[in-house]
């Protein structure tokens, strides 16, 4: 059995020694990179070879890939890289991989061609100043089979035991068994669907309540699928922490009814939740485990290796037992764990980790994404940006040496596009060329700093740094599918400022190569209706499958009713409170126990709680606050006992609005007094004018269908087992609409009150 990997794998793997060292970044964007490349190929012969496909084997290894370039002429292997700074600030590892990438592609274009020696060359390009550097060595054949024997073998062992773990790993997957007795109701439909989607190589969209185990329902037929559709990878992808708490679960179940030793997950997690050293830059002279950290690495990443589940604090362990970064090792990591469990943006945002590897070495991967309708808002702020201008301000004030002259450049451009704006916003879809290019010299003297002295950089001049480059990236994207717009606002002693945001409205273009790059992804949640404004938001192929699982519960078990009498309109607010408050006391008269009551603000909140108190003051309360951090979350959920009494009052669409889980008596129902819609401002009528003039159905895409989402899942607290009992008031005149009830889940019946 011969084991595969890419050149760039192999050298990553065999040839990184000393220091972690992050200084000689940001590199150029993909896009960046891709047109330089083209930039210095256009540069060269006619007989130019470009992107020269090679292969070669290693006892059983076989390694393959691309070269950027072959110059016959000169007889001459070129690696191509694209950069930004002074070249001699690069770390000598940096350096020391390219040599390495250069070298094997260099022994394996000698095998192909019979050739007796070749140049090698390093070719840098600075995408700024398009300048280029040739740095070149002269090797014979026999020289760079050694070295290609050399990093082989240090490549080989860790290899074998890769192939013999994957080997392992499919028998065991293949006798894998489901961890109860029977699957639950609508539980077998999905695992069904989902083998079937991903052995036809198809998308899927599966709309599924709680209560029927989806997070099982999914990761257990794709752990079946993987040997027979010879997948690499699973990627479980969450928004939020709880969703890899119950696929960590959900595996740890598998685990137990048929034990998979040689199953490797890993749980990735924010670096600055993982950082050990939040004080310190990521280079060996700041952080003590940057320092040394690829020396140390190999025996890190054979102990993680022999763990099979490396959930958050097992990389830990690892990591701090071998004197390495945890982070840096998670990223290591990801090219050796069969399931990993990440955020969306590890996938789905512009430099994401795990699609880069996919691409890279082409693995076939399965994509499962949990609480899929957050991805239409996660996706829109992976590929947005802003800048603030008092920032700026604050900025010039410290006068950095070298950039106030780039930086009052920039403010000019700046005030020069709202000089003539009157309203306080304004949109457009054209992009500020001037204030980009004044953008760009900032970015590049910035950048210049950076790498002469990384460590004496003002943390507001890095922080500018930062959303400066994030926002010249998003410029590179802008299409119709972009709003660019303007806020002014008054800042001290009346001036006018203004924040410049770049929003992306609909991301289907950015995402949706990401959906087809994969075996197969599919989306998964209680909430994907309309079918349709999911398929179009987000990009999925024209023949992605669809599923609705019908709801385990029994319309019983719900009490749905519709307060129509009640308007929650903002003109009509100061009119409802009355009302709302002798509904919900009516109610908790009627059947004392744990409620929550859902509003549209925490202003409205603070009022109808106000009121309840002042009315009722014996009626126990506690209120979800702004900014609450996680140590109150858990607080405020802390409340809801087995057999408890009081209101819980939070905001539609916040932290408990979806994703929580109080079964039984811990919370017998709720109370929704608001539509849910999105605040009607000048920037959501833009997204309505934008999605009107692509859909045709403006307001329901802006407004109707995230409004309606938000109520269901907060609905969806009340009942979450079979045997749950439960009541929901939906408070508005809206909710009697038809086009709104046609939104509810198919299992309700709905009551007017």
Same mark, same amino acid.
């Given at each position: 059995?011969?084991?595969?990997?890419?050149?760039?794998?192999?050298?990553?793997?065999?040839?990184?020694?000393?220091?972690?060292?992050?200084?000689?970044? @940001?590199?150029?964007?993909?896009? !960046?990179? #891709?047109?330089? =490349? $083209?930039?210095?190929? +256009? /540069?060269?012969? *006619?007989?130019?070879?470009?992107?020269?496909?090679?292969?070669?084997?290693?006892?059983?290894?076989?390694?393959?890939?691309?070269?950027?370039?072959?110059? @016959?002429?000169?007889?001459?292997? !070129?690696? #191509?890289?694209? =950069? $930004?700074?002074?070249? +001699? /600030?690069?770390? *000598?590892?940096?350096?020391?991989?390219?040599?390495?990438?250069?070298?094997?592609?260099?022994?394996?274009?000698?095998?192909?061609?019979?050739?007796?020696?070749?140049?090698?060359?390093?070719?840098?390009?600075?995408?700024?100043?398009?300048?280029?550097?040739?740095?070149?060595?002269?090797?014979?054949?026999?020289?760079?089979?050694?070295?290609?024997?050399?990093?082989?073998?240090?490549?080989?062992?860790?290899?074998?035991?890769?192939?013999?773990?994957?080997?392992?790993?499919?028998?065991?997957?293949?006798?894998?068994?489901?961890?109860?007795?029977?699957?639950?109701?609508?539980?077998?439909?999905?695992?069904?669907?989902?083998?079937?989607?991903?052995?036809?190589?198809?998308?899927?969209?599966?709309?599924?309540?709680?209560?029927?185990?989806?997070?099982?329902?999914?990761?257990?037929?794709?752990?079946?699928?993987?040997?027979?559709?010879?997948?690499?990878?699973?990627?479980?992808?969450?928004?939020?922490?709880?969703?890899?708490?119950?696929?960590?679960?959900?595996?740890?179940?598998?685990?137990?009814?048929?034990?998979?030793?040689?199953?490797?997950?890993?749980?990735?997690?924010?670096?600055?939740?993982?950082?050990?050293?939040?004080?310190?830059?990521?280079?060996?002279?700041?952080?003590?485990?940057?320092?040394?950290?690829?020396?140390?690495?190999?025996?890190?990443?054979?102990?993680?290796?022999?763990?099979?589940?490396?959930?958050?604090?097992?990389?830990?362990?690892?990591?701090?037992?071998?004197?390495?970064?945890?982070?840096?090792?998670?990223?290591?990591?990801?090219?050796?764990?069969?399931?990993?469990?990440?955020?969306?943006?590890?996938?789905?945002?512009?430099?994401?980790?795990?699609?880069?590897?996919?691409?890279?070495?082409?693995?076939?991967?399965?994509?499962?994404?949990?609480?899929?309708?957050?991805?239409?808002?996660?996706?829109?702020?992976?590929?947005?940006?802003?800048?603030?201008?008092?920032?700026?301000?604050?900025?010039?004030?410290?006068?950095?040496?070298?950039?106030?002259?780039?930086?009052?450049?920039?403010?000019?451009?700046?005030?020069?596009?709202?000089?003539?704006?009157?309203?306080?916003?304004?949109?457009?879809?054209?992009?500020?060329?001037?204030?980009?290019?004044?953008?760009?010299?900032?970015?590049?003297?910035?950048?210049?700093?950076?790498?002469?002295?990384?460590?004496?950089?003002?943390?507001?001049?890095?922080?500018?740094?930062?959303?400066?480059?994030?926002?010249?990236?998003?410029?590179?994207?802008?299409?119709?599918?972009?709003?660019?717009?303007?806020?002014?606002?008054?800042?001290?002693?009346?001036?006018?400022?203004?924040?410049?945001?770049?929003?992306?409205?609909?991301?289907?273009?950015?995402?949706?190569?990401?959906?087809?790059?994969?075996?197969?992804?599919?989306?998964?949640?209680?909430?994907?209706?309309?079918?349709?404004?999911?398929?179009?938001?987000?990009?999925?192929?024209?023949?992605?499958?669809?599923?609705?699982?019908?709801?385990?519960?029994?319309?019983?078990?719900?009490?749905?009713?519709?307060?129509?009498?009640?308007?929650?309109?903002?003109?009509?607010?100061?009119?409802?409170?009355?009302?709302?408050?002798?509904?919900?006391?009516?109610?908790?008269?009627?059947?004392?126990?744990?409620?929550?009551?859902?509003?549209?603000?925490?202003?409205?909140?603070?009022?109808?709680?106000?009121?309840?108190?002042?009315?009722?003051?014996?009626?126990?309360?506690?209120?979800?606050?702004?900014?609450?951090?996680?140590?109150?979350?858990?607080?405020?959920?802390?409340?809801?006992?087995?057999?408890?009494?009081?209101?819980?009052?939070?905001?539609?669409?916040?932290?408990?609005?979806?994703?929580?889980?109080?079964?039984?008596?811990?919370?017998?129902?709720?109370?929704?007094?608001?539509?849910?819609?999105?605040?009607?401002?000048?920037?959501?009528?833009?997204?309505?004018?934008?999605?009107?003039?692509?859909?045709?159905?403006?307001?329901?895409?802006?407004?109707?269908?995230?409004?309606?989402?938000?109520?269901?899942?907060?609905?969806?607290?009340?009942?979450?087992?079979?045997?749950?009992?439960?009541?929901?008031?939906?408070?508005?005149?809206?909710?009697?609409?038809?086009?709104?009830?046609?939104?509810?889940?198919?299992?309700?019946?709905?009551?007017?009150?």
């Amino acid at each position: 059995m011969s084991y595969s990997v890419a050149v760039r794998a192999l050298c990553e793997f065999s040839a990184k020694v000393g220091d972690l060292d992050l200084r000689f970044t @940001p590199s150029p964007t993909a896009q !960046e990179g #891709i047109a330089g =490349h $083209r930039r210095v190929v +256009a /540069r060269r012969a *006619d007989d130019y070879q470009a992107e020269v496909a090679l292969e070669g084997h290693y006892e059983s290894l076989r390694v393959r890939g691309r070269a950027d370039g072959y110059d @016959p002429q000169l007889n001459r292997l !070129e690696e #191509i890289k694209t =950069h $930004r700074g002074e070249l +001699a /600030r690069q770390p *000598d590892n940096h350096r020391q991989l390219h040599w390495a990438q250069a070298k094997v592609y260099a022994w394996l274009l000698c095998q192909a061609r019979q050739l007796a020696e070749v140049e090698v060359a390093l070719v840098y390009l600075d995408v700024d100043s398009d300048r280029q550097t040739v740095i070149s060595e002269q090797h014979t054949a026999a020289e760079l089979q050694r070295f290609f024997a050399l990093q082989c073998q240090r490549f080989l062992a860790w290899a074998q035991m890769q192939e013999q773990r994957l080997a392992e790993r499919d028998q065991g997957l293949q006798a894998l068994s489901f961890p109860y007795p029977q699957f639950r109701q609508g539980q077998r439909q999905l695992a069904e669907t989902l083998y079937k989607a991903v052995s036809t190589g198809r998308c899927l969209m599966a709309q599924a309540s709680t209560g029927i185990g989806k997070t099982l329902g999914t990761l257990f037929p794709l752990l079946k699928a993987m040997a027979p559709q010879r997948l690499d990878k699973l990627y479980f992808l969450t928004a939020k922490t709880p969703g890899r708490a119950l696929a960590l679960d959900a595996l740890r179940q598998i685990d137990q009814a048929t034990p998979q030793p040689a199953l490797r997950t890993l749980e990735l997690i924010a670096r600055d939740k993982a950082c050990e050293h939040p004080g310190s830059a990521c280079h060996g002279e700041s952080c003590p485990l940057a320092k040394g950290f690829y020396d140390r690495l190999p025996g890190a990443r054979e102990a993680a290796g022999a763990r099979p589940l490396l959930d958050r604090q097992a990389l830990r362990e690892v990591a701090l037992e071998h004197h390495v970064c945890p982070y840096y090792l998670g990223q290591e990591m990801a090219r050796w764990a069969d399931v990993l469990i990440a955020d969306y943006n590890y996938y789905f945002d512009a430099h994401a980790l795990l699609f880069g590897l996919a691409q890279a070495n082409q693995w076939r991967v399965s994509v499962l994404v949990d609480e899929a309708h957050n991805l239409v808002e996660r996706g829109r702020g992976m590929y947005s940006a802003s800048l603030d201008q008092g920032q700026l301000q604050a900025l010039r004030q410290s006068k950095p040496e070298g950039l106030v002259s780039a930086l009052d450049r920039l403010n000019r451009q700046w005030n020069a596009l709202y000089k003539d704006q009157h309203a306080p916003y304004q949109a457009s879809e054209r992009l500020p060329d001037g204030l980009l290019s004044a953008l760009q010299q900032c970015i590049g003297l910035i950048q210049e700093r950076l790498n002469q002295a990384p460590a004496q950089v003002d943390p507001l001049l890095l922080q500018f740094f930062h959303q400066a480059l994030q926002f010249s990236r998003v410029a590179e994207l802008f299409d119709e599918h972009f709003i660019f717009d303007i806020s002014q606002r008054n800042g001290p002693r009346k001036r006018r400022l203004a924040t410049l945001c770049l929003r992306n409205v609909v991301p289907a273009r950015l995402l949706g190569p990401r959906m087809s790059a994969a075996r197969s992804v599919t989306l998964f949640s209680a909430t994907l209706s309309p079918r349709h404004f999911y398929a179009d938001l987000l990009g999925m192929p024209g023949d992605t499958a669809w599923l609705e699982v019908a709801a385990p519960f029994k319309a019983e078990q719900l009490d749905v009713r519709i307060v129509s009498q009640v308007s929650t309109r903002y003109q009509h607010r100061q009119a409802s409170l009355a009302p709302i408050v002798e509904l919900i006391a009516e109610q908790y008269r009627n059947r004392p126990g744990n409620y929550l009551a859902f509003f549209s603000s925490f202003e409205y909140l603070q009022q109808v709680a106000g009121l309840l108190a002042e009315r009722y003051p014996e009626l126990p309360r506690w209120e979800q606050a702004a900014g609450m951090d996680e140590a109150a979350r858990e607080a405020f959920l802390a409340r809801f006992v087995p057999d408890g009494q009081g209101i819980g009052f939070a905001v539609l669409g916040g932290a408990f609005g979806e994703g929580v889980d109080l079964p039984g008596t811990r919370l017998i129902g709720a109370f929704v007094a608001t539509l849910g819609l999105p605040q009607v401002n000048p920037i959501n009528e833009q997204f309505k004018q934008r999605l009107g003039r692509q859909f045709g159905a403006g307001f329901d895409y802006a407004y109707l269908y995230p409004g309606v989402r938000k109520v269901i899942q907060a609905a969806g607290r009340v009942i979450r087992g079979d045997d749950d009992r439960g009541v929901l008031l939906l408070i508005d005149e809206r909710f009697a609409e038809p086009r709104v009830q046609q939104m509810f889940p198919a299992w309700w019946q709905t009551a007017s009150q």
